[in-house]
């Protein structure tokens, strides 16, 4: 169900995870975030996780952060939600100039309110930095209802 | 700084773990430390007893309980010095495979790291200052109790070098083995002391300076292994996350 061609940046798109590895043709490699394996320092506070040196923070990586982190700053790595999770990681990938982020399965594990709230922010913040973000899942009934809520 | 937040935060949440690599660290440092203080206590003990020989002159030196006991003594003192060097290279391995194993289970924080385009160098570092703090912790607990209990220390050793590990010399310790040696001759040491040394304070205090000096040793081989151990780790996962 990945569009065909081209993948047009500052856009988000909808696929079965086994069609990536089949039809995404692409230079670089994708920026995964895997929420079944996530790059998350269990030990460390949400905003320890960034792992990023201040400097190289932007400002507006820095208005993301504050938006979407700002209650997570003090909890451990462990009693992180999978919302702060998928944040950390998309923001270490913007902070790294990653141009095509793929994320796992992740919306099948949220309650729909969650995950429609976070294709939103997504879409946002796709367009804000010029990413490509395809989103995997394996319920087509899913993602079909929130491509057309989303992208529509 | 943040190296300085990160690293107890580290220990303290992988602290079962942590707890065994400080109580292996203390149990690899208390044995060396005894191996080395073996070593300089018997090596104080064959030149103690050279300057005494040189009280005697040749004819009598030539005997032959005496030519065995110097051997005996070189022996021994051959016989710990392996056991060191031993010792510190099964410490080493043991500390090479844990090392390798540890590495394994926090393959997940590994590649955190790497996803946060960390080079690897900062990651093999930041995992051996990790161990070199909990070695750190070790040593001041092993040395603080060492230096806390020093005479009860040496003269426990002292036994056990004399009692024990001297058993091949038991024959010649005999009240008469020496006794022609001391005829119609002045000495400030008798045929039992002439054996068994007494170790003064002074010299209690100058063996305990040499093993202190000489512990760079196990801190080399217990933190050598985490650094090379760990670069083969971090470009391995590097290559298995790009295969």
């Known amino acids: 169900m990945l569009n065909k061609q081209p993948l047009v940046l500052g856009q988000v798109y909808f696929s079965q995870p086994e069609m990536i590895q089949q039809s995404l043709e692409s230079p670089e490699l994708p920026y995964v975030i895997d929420y079944e394996a996530p790059k998350i320092l269990p030990f460390m506070s949400g905003w320890d996780n960034l792992l990023l040196p201040q400097k190289r923070i932007a400002p507006t990586l820095k208005r993301v952060i504050e938006a979407h982190l700002k209650r997570s700053r003090r909890l451990l790595g462990t009693e992180l939600s999978p919302v702060d999770q998928f944040w950390i ?64 | 700084m943040f190296f300085i937040k990160s690293i107890p935060a580290n220990i303290r949440y992988y602290s079962r773990q942590s707890l065994l690599i400080y109580l292996a660290d203390c149990l690899f440092l ?3 430390l005894i191996a080395l203080s073996l070593i300089s206590l018997e090596r104080h003990d064959l030149n103690q007893l050279k300057k005494q020989l040189a009280n005697f002159n040749t004819a009598q030196k030539g005997t032959n309980s005496l030519t065995y006991l110097v051997q005996s003594k070189q022996a021994l003192l051959g016989r710990y010095q392996l056991i060191a060097v031993v010792l510190l290279v099964i410490i080493a391995l043991v500390i090479g495979i844990v090392t390798w194993q540890a590495f394994k289970k926090m393959r997940q924080d590994v590649d955190t790291f790497t996803s946060a385009n960390w080079p690897r160098h900062k990651i093999v570092n930041y995992y051996t200052l990790t161990a070199l703090c909990l070695l750190i912790m070790a040593s001041v607990t092993i040395i603080l109790s060492w230096v806390l209990f020093n005479s009860y220390y040496w003269r426990g050793l002292e036994l056990i070098n004399q009692q024990w590990l001297q058993k091949p010399l038991r024959p010649l310790q005999g009240r008469r083995a020496f006794q022609p040696l001391f005829k119609n001759h002045l000495t400030d040491f008798s045929s039992h002391s002439l054996l068994n040394p007494v170790l003064h304070e002074r010299t209690k205090q100058n063996l305990t300076n040499q093993v202190l000096a000489q512990l760079w040793g196990p801190f080399i081989s217990l933190m050598a292994p985490v650094y090379l151990i760990g670069w083969c780790q971090v470009i391995r996962f590097r290559k298995m996350r790009k295969a």
Request: hydrophobic fraction near 45%; charged fraction near 15%.
């Open chain 2, 30 to 32: 208390g044995v060396m």
């Open chain 1, 89 to 152: 990681q998309l923001i270490r990938g913007l902070a790294t100039h990653q141009q095509l982020v793929v994320v796992k399965q992740f919306l099948d594990k949220l309650p729909p309110t969650d995950a429609r709230q976070l294709l939103n922010d997504v879409r946002q913040t796709a367009a804000q930095f010029q990413i490509i973000v395809i989103m995997t899942t394996t319920q087509e009934s899913v993602f079909n209802s929130f491509q057309s809520q989303v992208i529509s």
